[in-house]
């Protein structure tokens, strides 16, 4: 059986927690800032959870995360 090739887009994006979640970046946090207030600006800042429709797929694109 060969190995598996991990997706690197995925591999970048995504970090695994201690408790074997997947941690991400928020969105929207580009360009076109000016319009959002502080308080959006700044929680998207923090780290969140991938939402647990999305894991599956996510660990199938990172086998070795």
Same mark, same amino acid.
């Given at each position: +059986? @060969?190995?598996?090739? #991990?997706?690197? *887009? *995925?591999?970048? !994006?995504?970090?695994?927690?201690? #408790?074997?979640?997947?941690?991400?970046? /928020?969105?929207? /946090?580009?360009?076109?800032?000016? &319009?959002?207030?502080?308080?959006? &600006? !700044?929680? %998207?800042?923090? @780290?969140? +959870? #991938?939402?647990?429709?999305?894991?599956?797929? +996510? &660990?199938?694109?990172? @086998?070795? %995360?």
């Amino acid at each position: +059986m @060969p190995k598996v090739k #991990t997706k690197r *887009a *995925a591999a970048k !994006r995504f970090k695994l927690t201690g #408790t074997g979640k997947l941690k991400r970046n /928020k969105a929207y /946090k580009r360009h076109i800032l000016t &319009k959002k207030s502080a308080k959006t &600006k !700044r929680n %998207l800042r923090k @780290p969140t +959870m #991938t939402d647990a429709s999305n894991v599956k797929n +996510m &660990k199938k694109l990172t @086998p070795y %995360l």
